[in-house]
């Protein structure tokens, strides 16, 4: 059994640079990395749909100086790797509330959603400004508007994963076992993991290891 699609919160940034005696700043840019890269090998083992937590609601409440520090490292590489997407084929998708974000940073998401329109290879999903309570309650007044009742289906299609495949996987690295307002409504069914490792510490054998356990869980969804 293969996850399809896997979310992976991406925890512990700021702990792995504390622990180095080093700024907030040296550990967001290291779990960048580590996220790269990570794509890559997620993609190389059979994931389709890579969904990540990059920034949540309530990290937008954090110091100025953090926040710039986090633009900052999005600016620095958002361009180039949205051109590799383009070559490896995988469509990018951006959920959240992207109009909370500095605007050359909203127009680069624009461009790179655009750049990648049409890839067949997969999608990676990055969850930015996002909050899932925020996301329902949303999706529930599109709904009222609207004027009707909305099965299950049409409910998941007023969400910012519409069109995505159910979630088969959710990772948490960190060592916090909770899911911190991040795909409620998405992994009712999911199977959750929970890392202790800090996220640039959670290496490629780390996920494959966690793919491993997910292949010998017996997924029954309410039934025996």
């Known amino acids: 059994m293969?996850?399809?699609?896997?979310?992976?919160?991406?925890?512990?940034?700021?702990?792995?640079?504390?622990?180095?005696l080093l700024p907030r700043a040296a550990g967001h840019r290291a779990g960048f990395k580590r996220m790269l890269a990570l794509i890559?090998?997620?993609?190389?083992?059979?994931?389709?749909?890579?969904?990540l937590f990059a920034l949540s609601m309530e990290n937008l409440s954090r110091p100025k100086e953090e926040l710039d520090g986090l633009f900052g490292i999005f600016?620095?590489?958002?361009?180039a790797q949205s051109r590799r997407l383009k070559e490896k084929g995988i469509v990018l998708r951006v959920?959240?509330?992207?109009s909370l974000?500095?605007?050359?940073?909203?127009?680069?998401?624009?461009?790179?959603?655009?750049?990648?329109?049409g890839g067949e290879n997969g999608a990676?999903?990055?969850?930015?400004?996002?909050?899932?309570m925020?996301?329902?309650?949303?999706?529930?007044?599109?709904?009222?508007?609207?004027?009707?009742e909305v099965t299950e289906e049409e409910f998941s299609a007023l969400l910012g994963t519409a069109g995505l495949p159910p979630l088969d996987l959710l990772i948490r690295t960190g060592g916090e076992v909770r899911l911190s307002n991040f795909l409620l409504y998405q992994a009712a069914y999911a199977e959750l993991y929970f890392s202790k490792k800090l996220f640039p510490d959670f290496s490629n054998g780390d996920f494959d290891r966690v793919m491993e356990a997910y292949s010998l869980r017996d997924r029954r969804f309410g039934r025996i």
């Open 2 to 20: 293969t996850a399809s699609h896997v979310a992976i919160i991406m925890d512990g940034n700021g702990r792995w640079a504390k622990k180095r």
């Open 40 to 51: 890559d090998h997620a993609f190389s083992c059979g994931v389709t749909c890579l969904t």
């Open 75 to 79: 600016r620095d590489y958002f361009p």
């Open 95 to 98: 959920i959240g509330n992207t």
């Open 101 to 117: 974000l500095p605007a050359d940073i909203q127009e680069m998401i624009s461009d790179a959603e655009r750049l990648t329109a």
């Open 124 to 132: 990676l999903v990055l969850a930015i400004a996002y909050g899932s």
């Open 134 to 148: 925020q996301e329902i309650v949303g999706a529930a007044n599109r709904a009222v508007r609207e004027g009707k």
